[in-house]
Protein backbone atom coordinates (compact mmCIF):
# COMPACT_ATOMS: atom_id res chain seq x y z
CA UNK A 1 0.00 0.00 0.00
CA UNK A 2 0.94 3.59 -0.72
CA UNK A 3 0.47 6.66 1.18
CA UNK A 4 -2.53 8.89 0.44
CA UNK A 5 -5.31 10.96 0.99
CA UNK A 6 -8.93 9.53 1.99
CA UNK A 7 -12.01 11.77 2.20
CA UNK A 8 -15.03 11.26 4.63
CA UNK A 9 -17.82 13.14 4.63
CA UNK A 10 -20.57 14.60 2.67
CA UNK A 11 -19.37 16.37 -0.63
CA UNK A 12 -19.16 20.07 -0.78
CA UNK A 13 -20.01 22.09 -3.90
CA UNK A 14 -17.00 21.87 -6.28
CA UNK A 15 -15.06 19.65 -3.86
CA UNK A 16 -14.10 17.52 -7.08
CA UNK A 17 -12.32 21.03 -8.73
CA UNK A 18 -10.08 21.08 -5.88
CA UNK A 19 -9.62 18.04 -5.17
CA UNK A 20 -7.99 16.76 -7.99
CA UNK A 21 -5.69 13.89 -8.24
CA UNK A 22 -3.14 15.57 -8.96
CA UNK A 23 -3.63 18.13 -5.52
CA UNK A 24 -4.16 15.06 -3.10
CA UNK A 25 -1.01 13.63 -4.48
CA UNK A 26 0.72 17.04 -3.19
CA UNK A 27 -1.27 17.02 0.26
CA UNK A 28 -0.22 13.28 0.26
CA UNK A 29 3.96 14.64 -0.16
CA UNK A 30 3.60 17.21 2.34
CA UNK A 31 2.07 14.89 5.02
CA UNK A 32 4.67 12.02 4.60
CA UNK A 33 7.13 14.93 4.98
CA UNK A 34 5.85 17.26 7.67
CA UNK A 35 3.18 15.23 9.32
CA UNK A 36 5.69 13.62 12.45
CA UNK A 37 7.23 16.84 13.08
CA UNK A 38 3.88 19.11 13.10
CA UNK A 39 2.88 16.54 15.92
CA UNK A 40 5.96 16.75 17.68
CA UNK A 41 5.46 20.78 17.91
CA UNK A 42 2.40 20.16 19.25
CA UNK A 43 3.55 18.08 22.01
CA UNK A 44 6.37 20.98 22.92
CA UNK A 45 3.72 23.41 22.79
CA UNK A 46 1.86 21.15 25.63
CA UNK A 47 4.95 21.07 27.67
CA UNK A 48 5.83 24.65 27.59
CA UNK A 49 2.44 25.10 29.03
CA UNK A 50 2.57 23.02 31.60
CA UNK A 51 6.37 24.77 32.55
CA UNK A 52 4.63 27.97 32.64
CA UNK A 53 2.30 26.97 35.17
CA UNK A 54 4.41 25.31 37.13
CA UNK A 55 5.97 28.95 37.46
CA UNK A 56 8.79 28.91 34.54
CA UNK A 57 8.51 32.27 33.32
CA UNK A 58 9.63 33.16 29.50
CA UNK A 59 12.65 34.36 29.02
CA UNK A 60 14.80 35.74 26.12
CA UNK A 61 16.78 32.25 24.81
CA UNK A 62 20.10 32.56 26.09
CA UNK A 63 21.05 29.98 23.14
CA UNK A 64 19.99 32.16 20.26
CA UNK A 65 21.95 35.14 21.65
CA UNK A 66 23.76 34.77 18.81
CA UNK A 67 21.25 35.05 16.15
CA UNK A 68 20.07 38.47 18.44
CA UNK A 69 23.59 39.95 18.47
CA UNK A 70 24.43 39.48 14.70
CA UNK A 71 23.51 42.94 12.91
CA UNK A 72 24.64 41.60 9.73
CA UNK A 73 21.31 39.63 8.45
CA UNK A 74 18.21 40.87 7.35
CA UNK A 75 15.00 39.38 6.12
CA UNK A 76 13.81 39.28 2.23
CA UNK A 77 11.14 41.47 2.69
CA UNK A 78 8.54 42.61 0.39
CA UNK A 79 7.28 40.82 -2.29
CA UNK A 80 5.52 42.06 -5.89
CA UNK A 81 2.62 43.94 -4.52
CA UNK A 82 3.30 44.03 -0.38
CA UNK A 83 5.46 47.22 -0.80
CA UNK A 84 2.68 49.30 0.50
CA UNK A 85 0.90 47.74 2.96
CA UNK A 86 -0.86 50.66 4.76
CA UNK A 87 -4.66 49.60 5.01
CA UNK A 88 -5.14 45.40 5.18
CA UNK A 89 -8.60 44.15 5.49
CA UNK A 90 -9.23 40.95 6.96
CA UNK A 91 -12.38 38.86 6.05
CA UNK A 92 -13.57 35.35 5.75
CA UNK A 93 -12.50 33.85 1.94
CA UNK A 94 -15.59 31.38 2.32
CA UNK A 95 -18.03 34.20 1.97
CA UNK A 96 -18.45 35.15 -1.80
CA UNK A 97 -20.06 38.50 -1.43
CA UNK A 98 -17.64 39.29 1.58
CA UNK A 99 -14.71 38.33 -1.21
CA UNK A 100 -15.37 40.82 -3.70
CA UNK A 101 -16.12 43.38 -1.12
CA UNK A 102 -13.13 43.52 0.14
CA UNK A 103 -11.10 43.02 -3.37
CA UNK A 104 -13.10 46.25 -4.11
CA UNK A 105 -13.04 48.04 -0.43
CA UNK A 106 -9.45 50.20 -1.76
CA UNK A 107 -7.00 48.49 0.61
CA UNK A 108 -4.01 47.82 -0.23
CA UNK A 109 -3.90 44.53 0.86
CA UNK A 110 -6.26 41.85 2.00
CA UNK A 111 -6.11 38.91 4.58
CA UNK A 112 -8.26 36.01 2.71
CA UNK A 113 -9.07 34.55 6.08
CA UNK A 114 -9.26 30.56 6.21
CA UNK A 115 -8.72 30.62 9.90
CA UNK A 116 -10.34 32.93 13.13
CA UNK A 117 -12.93 34.61 10.95
CA UNK A 118 -13.81 31.31 8.95
CA UNK A 119 -15.56 28.70 10.68
CA UNK A 120 -13.94 25.36 9.82
CA UNK A 121 -17.67 23.49 8.52
CA UNK A 122 -16.01 21.19 5.17
CA UNK A 123 -18.13 23.58 2.36
CA UNK A 124 -16.47 26.40 4.38
CA UNK A 125 -13.22 25.02 3.80
CA UNK A 126 -14.39 24.07 -0.03
CA UNK A 127 -15.66 27.87 -0.25
CA UNK A 128 -12.55 29.37 0.31
CA UNK A 129 -10.26 27.84 -1.96
CA UNK A 130 -13.09 27.94 -4.43
CA UNK A 131 -13.81 31.17 -3.95
CA UNK A 132 -9.13 32.16 -4.15
CA UNK A 133 -9.27 30.41 -7.01
CA UNK A 134 -11.57 32.58 -9.02
CA UNK A 135 -10.47 35.69 -7.39
CA UNK A 136 -7.08 35.43 -8.38
CA UNK A 137 -8.71 34.37 -12.10
CA UNK A 138 -11.08 37.65 -11.68
CA UNK A 139 -13.99 34.87 -12.00
CA UNK A 140 -15.36 35.94 -8.81
CA UNK A 141 -18.85 37.98 -9.81
CA UNK A 142 -21.84 36.66 -7.34
CA UNK A 143 -25.84 37.68 -7.49
CA UNK A 144 -27.53 37.57 -4.47
CA UNK A 145 -30.96 35.96 -3.35
CA UNK A 146 -32.49 39.75 -4.16
CA UNK A 147 -30.89 40.21 -7.70
CA UNK A 148 -28.20 42.48 -6.30
CA UNK A 149 -24.53 41.61 -8.28
CA UNK A 150 -21.46 42.36 -6.93
CA UNK A 151 -18.44 42.40 -9.96
CA UNK A 152 -14.62 42.84 -9.28
CA UNK A 153 -13.44 46.74 -9.44
CA UNK A 154 -10.55 47.71 -11.82
CA UNK A 155 -7.89 47.39 -8.89
CA UNK A 156 -7.72 45.02 -6.12
CA UNK A 157 -5.87 44.48 -3.12
CA UNK A 158 -2.80 41.76 -2.96
CA UNK A 159 -4.03 38.66 -1.80
CA UNK A 160 -2.13 37.56 1.67
CA UNK A 161 -3.88 34.05 2.61
CA UNK A 162 -4.13 32.91 6.25
CA UNK A 163 -4.40 29.23 6.58
CA UNK A 164 -5.43 27.19 10.02
CA UNK A 165 -2.80 26.82 12.77
CA UNK A 166 0.02 24.29 13.64
CA UNK A 167 -2.76 22.50 16.26
CA UNK A 168 -5.93 22.07 13.81
CA UNK A 169 -6.47 19.03 12.16
CA UNK A 170 -8.92 18.39 9.32
CA UNK A 171 -10.93 15.38 10.00
CA UNK A 172 -12.55 15.36 6.50
CA UNK A 173 -9.24 14.06 5.33
CA UNK A 174 -7.41 11.33 6.28
CA UNK A 175 -3.43 11.04 5.94
CA UNK A 176 -3.04 7.25 5.07
CA UNK A 177 0.27 5.80 5.23
CA UNK A 178 2.39 2.85 4.26
CA UNK A 179 1.11 0.31 6.98
CA UNK A 180 -2.04 1.52 6.09
CA UNK A 181 -2.49 3.54 9.85
CA UNK A 182 -4.38 6.61 9.54
CA UNK A 183 -4.88 9.76 11.27
CA UNK A 184 -6.58 13.51 10.45
CA UNK A 185 -4.51 15.75 8.14
CA UNK A 186 -2.93 18.46 9.46
CA UNK A 187 -6.03 21.73 8.93
CA UNK A 188 -2.66 23.46 7.90
CA UNK A 189 -0.62 21.75 5.15
CA UNK A 190 -4.43 21.14 3.73
CA UNK A 191 -5.49 25.07 3.57
CA UNK A 192 -2.00 25.83 2.36
CA UNK A 193 -0.71 22.94 0.49
CA UNK A 194 -4.30 23.66 -1.97
CA UNK A 195 -3.94 27.30 -2.30
CA UNK A 196 -0.42 26.85 -2.82
CA UNK A 197 -1.14 23.55 -5.70
CA UNK A 198 -3.86 25.79 -7.52
CA UNK A 199 -2.63 29.05 -7.55
CA UNK A 200 0.71 29.95 -6.80
CA UNK A 201 2.06 29.45 -10.56
CA UNK A 202 -1.12 32.00 -11.42
CA UNK A 203 -0.18 35.12 -9.01
CA UNK A 204 3.12 35.05 -10.18
CA UNK A 205 2.21 35.40 -13.60
CA UNK A 206 -0.47 37.91 -12.69
CA UNK A 207 2.39 40.20 -10.57
CA UNK A 208 2.00 39.44 -7.15
CA UNK A 209 3.28 36.11 -5.27
CA UNK A 210 1.76 33.10 -3.20
CA UNK A 211 1.75 35.17 0.17
CA UNK A 212 0.64 33.71 3.56
CA UNK A 213 -0.39 34.98 7.26
CA UNK A 214 1.40 32.36 9.76
CA UNK A 215 -1.18 32.00 12.75
CA UNK A 216 -0.63 31.05 16.43
CA UNK A 217 2.71 30.39 15.88
CA UNK A 218 5.13 29.61 19.82
CA UNK A 219 8.40 29.48 18.93
CA UNK A 220 11.28 29.62 16.47
CA UNK A 221 10.79 25.65 15.86
CA UNK A 222 7.42 25.89 14.34
CA UNK A 223 8.44 29.02 12.11
CA UNK A 224 11.55 26.37 11.36
CA UNK A 225 9.22 24.11 10.47
CA UNK A 226 7.00 26.49 7.95
CA UNK A 227 10.02 27.22 6.37
CA UNK A 228 10.86 23.71 5.35
CA UNK A 229 7.12 23.33 4.10
CA UNK A 230 7.86 26.37 1.99
CA UNK A 231 10.93 25.05 0.56
CA UNK A 232 9.59 21.72 -0.19
CA UNK A 233 6.42 23.88 -1.83
CA UNK A 234 8.79 25.60 -4.10
CA UNK A 235 10.90 22.45 -4.90
CA UNK A 236 7.77 20.62 -5.64
CA UNK A 237 5.86 23.29 -8.16
CA UNK A 238 9.27 24.67 -9.36
CA UNK A 239 8.99 27.96 -7.92
CA UNK A 240 12.22 30.24 -7.73
CA UNK A 241 13.65 30.00 -3.36
CA UNK A 242 12.13 32.66 -1.64
CA UNK A 243 9.09 33.20 -4.16
CA UNK A 244 6.41 31.98 -1.20
CA UNK A 245 6.66 35.17 1.49
CA UNK A 246 5.20 35.28 4.94
CA UNK A 247 4.09 37.56 7.76
CA UNK A 248 4.38 36.01 11.18
CA UNK A 249 1.14 36.72 13.56
CA UNK A 250 2.46 37.23 16.94
CA UNK A 251 -0.24 36.28 19.06
CA UNK A 252 1.38 34.00 21.94
CA UNK A 253 2.94 35.26 24.64
CA UNK A 254 5.80 32.84 23.79
CA UNK A 255 6.51 34.12 20.38
CA UNK A 256 6.95 37.70 21.66
CA UNK A 257 10.03 36.37 23.11
CA UNK A 258 11.63 35.25 19.78
CA UNK A 259 10.72 37.45 17.88
CA UNK A 260 14.18 37.64 16.04
CA UNK A 261 14.61 33.92 16.02
CA UNK A 262 11.56 33.65 14.24
CA UNK A 263 12.88 35.92 11.47
CA UNK A 264 16.16 34.16 11.55
CA UNK A 265 14.35 31.33 10.65
CA UNK A 266 12.29 32.22 7.94
CA UNK A 267 14.64 34.98 6.72
CA UNK A 268 14.10 33.77 3.52
CA UNK A 269 10.85 34.00 2.99
CA UNK A 270 10.13 36.57 5.86
CA UNK A 271 7.74 40.14 5.00
CA UNK A 272 7.23 40.79 8.24
CA UNK A 273 5.34 40.46 11.57
CA UNK A 274 1.90 41.60 12.49
CA UNK A 275 1.00 42.13 16.19
CA UNK A 276 -1.65 39.73 16.63
CA UNK A 277 -3.86 41.42 19.79
CA UNK A 278 -6.58 39.34 20.75
CA UNK A 279 -5.18 35.58 20.43
CA UNK A 280 -2.39 37.62 22.63
CA UNK A 281 -4.06 38.10 25.32
CA UNK A 282 -5.70 35.30 25.18
CA UNK A 283 -2.59 33.70 24.98
CA UNK A 284 -1.43 35.36 28.06
CA UNK A 285 -5.07 34.28 29.76
CA UNK A 286 -4.14 30.87 28.77
CA UNK A 287 -0.66 30.58 30.45
CA UNK A 288 -0.72 32.04 33.43
CA UNK A 289 -4.31 30.97 34.22
CA UNK A 290 -3.06 29.18 37.29
CA UNK A 291 -0.17 31.59 38.49
CA UNK A 292 -2.28 34.17 40.95
CA UNK A 293 -3.62 37.10 41.33
CA UNK A 294 -0.67 38.98 39.62
CA UNK A 295 -1.69 37.45 36.35
CA UNK A 296 -5.65 38.01 36.52
CA UNK A 297 -6.46 40.97 33.86
CA UNK A 298 -9.66 43.56 33.92
CA UNK A 299 -12.76 43.19 32.11
CA UNK A 300 -11.85 42.84 28.53
CA UNK A 301 -12.44 46.27 27.57
CA UNK A 302 -10.10 47.49 30.10
CA UNK A 303 -7.03 45.83 28.04
CA UNK A 304 -6.17 48.38 25.97
CA UNK A 305 -3.66 48.86 23.63
CA UNK A 306 -1.72 51.43 25.82
CA UNK A 307 -1.71 48.81 29.39
CA UNK A 308 2.10 48.45 29.75
CA UNK A 309 2.16 45.41 28.89
CA UNK A 310 0.73 45.69 25.77
CA UNK A 311 2.81 48.63 25.00
CA UNK A 312 6.09 46.48 25.46
CA UNK A 313 4.72 43.41 23.11
CA UNK A 314 3.70 46.27 20.23
CA UNK A 315 7.25 48.81 21.14
CA UNK A 316 9.09 45.72 20.71
CA UNK A 317 7.43 44.47 17.55
CA UNK A 318 8.14 47.54 15.79
CA UNK A 319 11.83 48.12 16.67
CA UNK A 320 12.37 44.37 16.09
CA UNK A 321 10.65 44.19 12.58
CA UNK A 322 12.56 47.54 11.16
CA UNK A 323 16.01 46.03 12.49
CA UNK A 324 15.67 43.22 10.29
CA UNK A 325 14.03 44.79 7.39
CA UNK A 326 10.52 43.02 8.18
CA UNK A 327 7.64 44.80 7.84
CA UNK A 328 5.19 45.71 10.98
CA UNK A 329 1.74 45.66 10.58
CA UNK A 330 -1.01 46.35 13.31
CA UNK A 331 -3.67 44.25 14.59
CA UNK A 332 -7.29 44.65 14.16
CA UNK A 333 -9.82 47.55 16.49
CA UNK A 334 -12.98 45.32 17.03
CA UNK A 335 -14.83 48.31 16.47
CA UNK A 336 -17.54 47.89 13.57
CA UNK A 337 -19.42 50.61 11.36
CA UNK A 338 -23.22 50.39 11.75
CA UNK A 339 -24.99 52.28 9.06
CA UNK A 340 -28.63 52.06 10.80
CA UNK A 341 -27.27 53.24 13.71
CA UNK A 342 -25.09 57.15 13.39
CA UNK A 343 -24.23 57.13 16.65
CA UNK A 344 -22.36 53.60 16.81
CA UNK A 345 -20.96 54.94 13.41
CA UNK A 346 -19.66 57.67 14.84
CA UNK A 347 -17.96 55.99 17.75
CA UNK A 348 -16.79 53.34 15.61
CA UNK A 349 -15.03 55.72 13.06
CA UNK A 350 -13.57 57.54 16.23
CA UNK A 351 -12.18 54.47 17.97
CA UNK A 352 -10.64 52.97 14.92
CA UNK A 353 -9.13 56.50 13.46
CA UNK A 354 -7.37 56.93 17.44
CA UNK A 355 -6.27 53.04 17.20
CA UNK A 356 -4.51 53.45 14.17
CA UNK A 357 -3.23 56.70 15.00
CA UNK A 358 -1.29 55.67 17.77
CA UNK A 359 -0.36 52.63 15.50
CA UNK A 360 1.18 54.80 12.77
CA UNK A 361 2.79 56.63 15.27
CA UNK A 362 4.52 54.18 16.83
CA UNK A 363 5.90 53.14 13.55
CA UNK A 364 3.80 50.58 12.51
CA UNK A 365 4.05 50.26 8.43
CA UNK A 366 0.63 49.14 8.15
CA UNK A 367 -2.47 47.95 9.99
CA UNK A 368 -5.71 45.93 9.72
CA UNK A 369 -9.50 46.67 9.40
CA UNK A 370 -12.59 44.18 9.73
CA UNK A 371 -15.35 46.38 7.51
CA UNK A 372 -14.67 48.81 3.85
CA UNK A 373 -15.98 51.91 5.24
CA UNK A 374 -13.38 51.36 7.54
CA UNK A 375 -10.32 51.42 4.87
CA UNK A 376 -10.75 55.58 4.40
CA UNK A 377 -10.58 55.86 8.36
CA UNK A 378 -7.11 54.00 8.85
CA UNK A 379 -5.77 54.90 5.63
CA UNK A 380 -5.49 58.79 6.48
CA UNK A 381 -3.91 58.33 9.33
CA UNK A 382 -0.90 56.16 7.60
CA UNK A 383 -1.13 59.14 5.10
CA UNK A 384 -0.37 61.47 7.23
CA UNK A 385 2.75 59.65 9.14
CA UNK A 386 3.78 58.30 5.15
CA UNK A 387 2.63 60.63 3.02
CA UNK A 388 3.98 59.34 -0.75
CA UNK A 389 6.30 56.88 1.06
CA UNK A 390 5.14 53.60 0.97
CA UNK A 391 6.85 52.51 4.53
CA UNK A 392 8.56 53.46 6.98
CA UNK A 393 10.89 50.41 7.71
CA UNK A 394 13.62 53.42 8.04
CA UNK A 395 12.40 54.28 11.77
CA UNK A 396 14.82 51.81 13.89
CA UNK A 397 12.66 53.24 16.95
CA UNK A 398 16.56 52.22 18.45
CA UNK A 399 14.65 54.44 21.52
CA UNK A 400 12.63 51.32 22.53
CA UNK A 401 14.25 48.66 25.20
CA UNK A 402 12.01 46.34 26.41
CA UNK A 403 13.02 43.91 29.23
CA UNK A 404 11.53 40.20 29.73
CA UNK A 405 9.66 41.10 33.06
CA UNK A 406 8.05 44.06 31.21
CA UNK A 407 6.09 41.59 28.57
CA UNK A 408 4.78 39.75 31.85
CA UNK A 409 3.77 42.47 33.65
CA UNK A 410 0.35 42.45 33.64
CA UNK A 411 -1.15 45.05 35.96
CA UNK A 412 -2.99 47.40 34.97
CA UNK A 413 -3.67 50.55 37.56
CA UNK A 414 -7.10 51.27 38.45
CA UNK A 415 -8.20 48.37 36.44
CA UNK A 416 -11.51 46.22 37.94
CA UNK A 417 -13.71 43.18 37.47
CA UNK A 418 -17.13 43.96 36.82
CA UNK A 419 -20.49 42.14 37.02
CA UNK A 420 -21.24 43.36 33.56
CA UNK A 421 -17.66 42.16 32.27
CA UNK A 422 -19.04 38.97 33.82
CA UNK A 423 -22.31 39.21 31.76
CA UNK A 424 -20.04 40.88 28.57
CA UNK A 425 -18.31 37.66 29.05
CA UNK A 426 -20.75 35.32 28.60
CA UNK A 427 -23.24 36.88 26.30
CA UNK A 428 -20.19 37.42 23.70
CA UNK A 429 -19.03 34.13 24.19
CA UNK A 430 -22.41 32.27 23.91
CA UNK A 431 -23.23 34.48 20.51
CA UNK A 432 -20.49 33.84 19.17
CA UNK A 433 -20.09 30.12 19.23
CA UNK A 434 -24.27 30.01 18.41
CA UNK A 435 -22.80 32.06 14.92
CA UNK A 436 -19.59 29.48 14.45
CA UNK A 437 -21.77 26.44 14.67
CA UNK A 438 -23.86 27.89 12.01
CA UNK A 439 -20.91 28.31 9.78
CA UNK A 440 -19.96 32.41 10.37
CA UNK A 441 -16.73 32.67 11.86
CA UNK A 442 -16.77 36.47 12.16
CA UNK A 443 -19.68 37.75 14.00
CA UNK A 444 -20.87 41.40 14.21
CA UNK A 445 -21.96 41.42 18.23
CA UNK A 446 -23.07 44.75 20.22
CA UNK A 447 -20.86 46.41 17.03
CA UNK A 448 -17.73 44.83 17.62
CA UNK A 449 -16.47 42.44 15.47
CA UNK A 450 -16.14 39.26 17.47
CA UNK A 451 -13.89 36.06 15.53
CA UNK A 452 -12.71 32.73 17.89
CA UNK A 453 -9.93 34.68 19.72
CA UNK A 454 -12.40 37.51 21.04
CA UNK A 455 -14.66 34.38 22.40
CA UNK A 456 -11.39 32.66 23.75
CA UNK A 457 -10.95 35.72 26.02
CA UNK A 458 -14.51 35.52 26.95
CA UNK A 459 -14.24 31.66 28.33
CA UNK A 460 -11.15 31.67 29.42
CA UNK A 461 -11.41 34.99 31.81
CA UNK A 462 -13.99 33.20 33.25
CA UNK A 463 -12.25 30.47 33.87
CA UNK A 464 -9.51 32.21 35.30
CA UNK A 465 -11.82 34.65 37.31
CA UNK A 466 -13.42 31.51 39.03
CA UNK A 467 -9.97 29.27 39.75
CA UNK A 468 -8.49 32.99 41.53
CA UNK A 469 -11.77 33.52 43.50
CA UNK A 470 -12.10 37.02 41.90
CA UNK A 471 -14.87 39.18 43.73
CA UNK A 472 -15.92 42.32 41.32
CA UNK A 473 -15.82 45.94 42.12
CA UNK A 474 -19.14 45.49 43.14
CA UNK A 475 -18.29 42.93 45.87
CA UNK A 476 -20.15 39.88 43.49
CA UNK A 477 -17.78 36.68 43.94
CA UNK A 478 -17.01 35.03 40.60
CA UNK A 479 -18.40 31.34 40.90
CA UNK A 480 -19.35 28.77 38.54
CA UNK A 481 -22.67 29.26 40.32
CA UNK A 482 -23.24 32.77 39.04
CA UNK A 483 -21.79 31.69 35.50
CA UNK A 484 -24.18 29.80 35.38
CA UNK A 485 -26.83 31.70 36.27
CA UNK A 486 -25.59 34.75 34.09
CA UNK A 487 -25.59 31.63 31.06
CA UNK A 488 -29.34 30.64 31.72
CA UNK A 489 -30.31 34.61 32.09
CA UNK A 490 -28.41 35.37 28.42
CA UNK A 491 -29.80 31.94 26.66
CA UNK A 492 -33.44 33.24 28.20
CA UNK A 493 -33.18 36.31 27.09
CA UNK A 494 -31.78 35.70 23.33
CA UNK A 495 -34.33 35.49 20.14
CA UNK A 496 -35.30 32.39 18.82
CA UNK A 497 -34.89 31.59 15.22
CA UNK A 498 -35.29 28.87 12.70
CA UNK A 499 -31.87 26.90 12.71
CA UNK A 500 -30.24 28.75 15.83
CA UNK A 501 -27.84 26.64 17.90
CA UNK A 502 -27.98 28.47 21.03
CA UNK A 503 -28.51 25.44 23.23
CA UNK A 504 -25.53 23.88 21.40
CA UNK A 505 -23.68 27.19 22.27
CA UNK A 506 -24.55 26.87 25.70
CA UNK A 507 -23.30 23.50 26.05
CA UNK A 508 -19.65 24.17 24.50
CA UNK A 509 -19.40 27.41 26.55
CA UNK A 510 -20.00 25.44 30.19
CA UNK A 511 -17.89 22.49 28.89
CA UNK A 512 -14.88 24.62 28.00
CA UNK A 513 -15.77 27.43 30.77
CA UNK A 514 -16.63 25.66 33.79
CA UNK A 515 -14.89 22.75 33.79
CA UNK A 516 -12.01 21.69 36.10
CA UNK A 517 -9.81 21.02 33.10
CA UNK A 518 -8.48 24.19 30.93
CA UNK A 519 -9.08 23.12 26.97
CA UNK A 520 -6.15 24.73 25.53
CA UNK A 521 -8.36 25.70 22.16
CA UNK A 522 -12.72 25.60 22.51
CA UNK A 523 -12.42 25.06 18.56
CA UNK A 524 -11.22 21.88 19.00
CA UNK A 525 -13.42 19.72 20.55
CA UNK A 526 -16.15 21.81 19.40
CA UNK A 527 -14.95 21.19 16.20
CA UNK A 528 -15.12 17.65 16.17
CA UNK A 529 -17.91 17.01 18.14
CA UNK A 530 -20.39 19.09 15.39
CA UNK A 531 -18.51 20.55 12.67
CA UNK A 532 -16.87 16.89 11.87
CA UNK A 533 -19.57 14.68 12.57
CA UNK A 534 -20.30 13.73 9.26
CA UNK A 535 -16.49 13.19 8.55
CA UNK A 536 -16.89 10.70 11.67
CA UNK A 537 -20.34 8.98 10.92
CA UNK A 538 -18.71 8.32 7.17
CA UNK A 539 -15.69 6.71 8.37
CA UNK A 540 -17.53 4.65 10.90
CA UNK A 541 -19.66 3.52 7.54
CA UNK A 542 -16.66 3.18 5.81
CA UNK A 543 -14.95 0.40 8.51
CA UNK A 544 -17.82 -1.03 8.70
Known amino acids: MTSHIEFAGEQAPRQDEILTPEALAFLTQLHKVFAGRRSERIRERRIRVEDIGRGIDPEFPPETRRVREDTSWRVA ?6 EDRRVEITGPASDRKMTINALNSGAKVWLADAEDASSPTWSNVIAVQTNLYDAIRRQVDFTSPEGKEYKLGETTPTIVFRPRGWHLKENHLKYVDCPGGSAPTSASLVDFGLYMFHNARELIARGTGPYVYLPKLENRFEARLWDDVFTFTENALGLEHGTIRATVLIETITAAFELEEILYELRDHCAGLNAGRWDYIFSVIKNFRDRGPAFVLPDRAQ ?7 MRAYTELLVSTCHKRGAFAIGGMSAFIPNRKDPEANARAFEQVSNDKGHEADDGFDGSWVAHPDLVPVARAQFDRVLGDRPNQLDRLREDVSVEASQLIDLRIP ?13 SVGLRYIESWLRGNGAAAIDNLMEDAATAEISRSQLWQWIRQGVVTAEGTPVTAELVESVLDDVLAELPAFDGDRYFDAARIFADVTLGPE ?10 ADYLASDARTAAIKVAA
Open 303 to 309: VTMTVPF
Open 414 to 426: GATVTDQGVRTNV
Open 77 to 82: GAGPGL
Open 518 to 527: FPLFLTTGAY
